[in-house]
């Protein structure tokens, strides 16, 4: 009968046997497999077949207004008048001013008339500006020219203000000028507004003389503006 020390010396030899050998890491292994656990994931090179962008900003654009919009045009006009002219009378004359100018059925009579031209800027829905134009006018005596257009209105929201909207819409007009026959475009300016008049002067309009601009009952003094449309 074997002992009991035999016996568990024998069970550790057979235990020894049926072990799995651990695998012996080499020192360098053992270094590069601590750094990799370390050093956090493993960066990947970006793909240069894939091109991840961000949206893209559309930028403005500058069409013909519609007739169905005679409203929006008729609320963007009063909004737009009142942000440039609140101050320039008492309110009861801008208001008034207002109603007569701007309401629906004053734009829709003006987008149903083909001499009558309306543009809008527009971005992503929303309305930045608009452009009137009159072809052909009848200008005061003040302007030398043959067969003029008018300048009727161009506004531009606060927001689109040196955005080189407002050249864009001149050039537009200056267009829409040459191609229906006329030598050049007029306009009338507040006297008081040397902002609109520095830009119009900027861009090759000349004051040729004065008229009254009456809103409500109240008188207020313009420049008459002109440019030929052959002048750079």
């Given at each position: 009968?074997?002992?009991?020390?035999?016996k568990a010396a024998s069970?550790?030899?057979?235990?020894?046997?049926?072990?799995?050998?651990?695998?012996?890491?080499?020192?360098?292994?053992?270094?590069?497999?601590?750094?990799?656990?370390?050093?956090?994931?493993?960066?990947?090179?970006?793909?240069?077949?894939?091109?991840?962008?961000?949206?893209?900003?559309?930028?403005?654009?500058?069409?013909?207004?519609?007739?169905?919009?005679?409203?929006?045009?008729?609320?963007?006009?009063?909004?737009?008048?009142?942000?440039?002219?609140?101050?320039?009378?008492?309110?009861?004359?801008?208001?008034a001013y207002l109603d007569?100018?701007?309401?629906?059925?004053?734009?829709?009579?003006?987008?149903?008339?083909?001499?009558?031209?309306?543009?809008?800027?527009?971005?992503?829905?929303?309305?930045?500006?608009?452009?009137?134009?009159?072809?052909?006018?009848?200008?005061?005596?003040?302007?030398?020219?043959?067969?003029?257009?008018?300048?009727?209105?161009?506004?531009?929201?606060?927001?689109?203000?040196?955005?080189?909207?407002?050249?864009?819409?001149?050039?537009?007009?200056?267009?829409?000028?040459?191609?229906?026959?006329?030598?050049?475009?007029?306009?009338?300016?507040?006297?008081?507004?040397?902002?609109?008049?520095?830009?119009?002067?900027?861009?090759?309009?000349?004051?040729?003389?004065?008229?009254?601009?009456?809103?409500?009952?109240?008188?207020?003094d313009d420049w008459i503006?002109?440019?030929?449309?052959?002048?750079?």
């Amino acid at each position: 009968m074997r002992s009991s020390a035999a016996k568990a010396a024998s069970s550790a030899a057979a235990a020894s046997r049926c072990a799995r050998p651990t695998a012996r890491i080499p020192p360098t292994a053992q270094r590069l497999r601590s750094k990799a656990t370390t050093a956090g994931p493993r960066r990947v090179p970006p793909d240069p077949q894939r091109r991840d962008r961000a949206p893209r900003m559309t930028a403005p654009v500058i069409r013909r207004i519609e007739r169905h919009e005679a409203a929006r045009l008729a609320a963007l006009l009063r909004r737009l008048f009142v942000e440039a002219y609140a101050d320039c009378s008492a309110p009861a004359n801008v208001e008034a001013y207002l109603d007569d100018a701007f309401g629906v059925a004053q734009q829709t009579r003006e987008l149903d008339d083909p001499a009558h031209p309306a543009w809008v800027v527009e971005h992503d829905d929303e309305w930045l500006g608009v452009l009137q134009v009159r072809l052909p006018s009848t200008p005061p005596p003040q302007v030398d020219l043959l067969r003029p257009a008018q300048l009727h209105r161009i506004y531009l929201t606060t927001a689109a203000i040196g955005r080189g909207l407002g050249r864009r819409l001149l050039d537009i007009a200056l267009d829409t000028a040459r191609r229906g026959g006329a030598d050049g475009l007029w306009l009338s300016v507040w006297q008081r507004a040397p902002g609109p008049i520095a830009v119009y002067q900027r861009a090759g309009f000349r004051i040729v003389g004065t008229t009254t601009f009456v809103v409500g009952d109240d008188p207020l003094d313009d420049w008459i503006m002109q440019r030929r449309i052959d002048a750079a």
